[in-house]
């Protein structure tokens, strides 16, 4: 057992790596189940599992979300929270995806997804990387721009209070955002709320140089 504890990755794995260490057991299943129940392993979802951190496993909810569910991203609230743009710790774990909308309650915590169009995907959306794996995050510029883009209503007149009092966004934060990569958004989303907050982002923070 101590052997099979060793082998296994501190990251999450899917079945087909668990199975294959586990192809000397007469019945692998079998064997699963009873590292699950005695608190070894822990099974996110069907097919995906991270070794229990009493065995020095790690719970990364940034690299769990991309595997929950995908193509997918970090963004809204979770992101907002990662790049300190709101003053919140963010438990639900927020992302985009091509995908139609779901959500996911796991051991690790709820996972959240909501419907973004292809051609808005992938711009401004980037990499990163820990001592865990890689996972695909929306920049600051996109997380701020899928998050407007759900105001449907939203007045510029409305937008000052809306990022000040409901948002609690940090104005300093805000400061030094890629224009370029915000108009490449616009151009791509065609959304009246993000139209509006990246002319309200120019008055407010690059027509006062």
């Given amino acids: 057992m101590n052997n099979l504890i060793f082998q296994l990755p501190k990251h999450p794995f899917d079945y087909l790596l668990l199975s294959d260490l586990l192809k000397s057991y007469s019945y692998p299943r079998n064997k699963i189940n009873s590292l699950i129940k005695k608190g070894i392993i822990i099974r996110i979802k069907k097919g995906l599992y991270v070794l229990s951190p009493e065995f020095g496993g790690n719970i990364d909810h940034y690299i769990l979300s991309n595997l929950i569910y995908g193509p997918s991203y ?41 419907y973004i169009n292809d051609s808005i995907f992938y711009k401004g959306v980037i990499r990163q990387e ?72 120019i008055e407010n923070f690059v027509g006062n140089k």
């Fill in 130 to 201: 820990n001592s865990n794996g890689s996972y695909m995050i929306a920049s600051k510029e996109k997380a701020l721009c899928d998050k407007i883009a759900l105001l449907t209503k939203i007045k510029e007149k409305d937008l000052d209070i809306y990022l000040k009092d409901d948002l609690r966004i940090d104005y300093e934060e805000l400061k030094g955002l890629d224009l370029g990569l915000l108009w490449d958004i616009v151009d791509v989303y065609y959304s009246r709320p993000v139209k509006i907050f990246v002319n309200w982002y």
């Fill in 74 to 114: 970090i963004s809204l609230d979770f992101a907002l929270s990662f790049w300190n743009l709101i003053p919140e710790r963010v438990e639900i774990v927020t992302c985009m995806t091509n995908k139609r909308n779901k959500s996911f309650i796991t051991p690790a915590g709820k996972f959240t997804y909501k």
